[in-house]
């Protein structure tokens, strides 16, 4: 064995140099090697090897070349792992003549093992030497198109596509993604302005009371309408509901109008309620019959006949058809509790309500005549009246349309 010195990079490593004929390998080394690159310049190959006294300021590296190094850990800058299959991939590439046979032999190598960037480079290099070559053109993502290879792109983008995040998509659709991406952070910024200025609201700093009351007076951004909707929706306190209500009736979006549709149909609070249908009858947007329209098939009576007066108050003729419709609705009754070993069956004289069954509690299905329907349909009907009698309005509905452009659809 001889002790000698190494000088790389300007550093000096002492190195134990072995003869051939008596170089020791160290069993449970796997046939892999890393790369050591140093502070002052160059590189080093091999494998760190566990040493006795396990001194951690210096690594004791197994050479690829053969031999042992010792490294100071001062001295290396960073160290690049390699798996077994790349130390082997990097003795054969060296030893590889530049030809179509061994770079395609060197690519099928490296495919077997997944080393996709080293198949990429040796692909590549066959077509410099032999652009026509079919094996490597298809490898590579090329596809013949009318005698000319392609790639997959060029194909996509000849059919108006572009890659956008690992996928193919028309430029129309990236802006609307980049746009819907915009929209996003909008509303989480919004989010987070609409949490703090409910916190200062109920705080006990006046000036910031002031302050939250002052910015919530210019929201107008309709970015903001997920941010009010959602504030409203957990918001306990009616006073401050009546905020985000007026809050959301200024925004220009269909999240802000569903939610005072909403609070004017199911809101517990008759005020709150009010107020809502009152900004939306305001806004005078457009289409604002539909929803209450839909709402006359709910399976609540009580929010069939506040969809009827919000119609009336409206005052949209194409609300009549589907008014009459909801003169008269069925809904289902608990009506009591039964005796689990009882089955009772009862019928009403007129048909109109059934109940069968027993061991629980009974229900019933039973039609209601809407009050706030009928003085809705009277209202829009310019003062006719027939009661509850459908039919007699249907006719009545079918001469006016004769006369007048009234649309008598039935459902919207």
Known sequence: MVRSKLEIGGTAICILQFAISSVVFITGISARADVFELKGGGRVEGQIVATADGDKSQYVIELTAGGRL???????????????????????????????????????????????????????????????????????????????????????ASRGMVMYEGRYVTPQHVELLERQKETKGEQADWGNSIERLRRWLTGRREDRVVQARAELETIRDPAAAEAVVGALRREKDPDLKRLWIEIASRLDHQVAVDALVDRSLADPEEEVRYQSLEYLIKSGRPGLVKPYIRALRNRDNEIVNRAGAALGQIGDPDAIGPLIDALVTMHKVKVSDANADQHAYTFSPDGSAFSFGGGGPQVVQENFQNPSVLSALVTLSGGASFDYDQEQWRRWLAAQAKHNAIDVRRDQ
């Not at 080393?115 to 590549?124: F, N, P, S, T, V």
Request: aromatic share 6%; glycine share 4%.
């Open 70 to 156: 010792t490294l100071p850990r001062s001295q290396v800058a960073r160290i690049d792992t390699t798996t077994a299959s790349e130390a082997e991939y990097q003795k054969l590439a060296r030893s590889s003549p530049d030809t179509v046979e061994a770079h395609w032999k060197l690519a099928e190598w490296c495919r077997e093992r997944k080393l996709l960037g080293a198949m990429k480079q040796h692909l590549a290099r066959i077509l410099e030497l032999d652009p026509n070559h079919r094996e490597a053109r298809t490898a590579s993502g090329f596809r013949q198109q009318s005698g000319e290879w392609m790639t997959r792109d060029d194909v996509m």
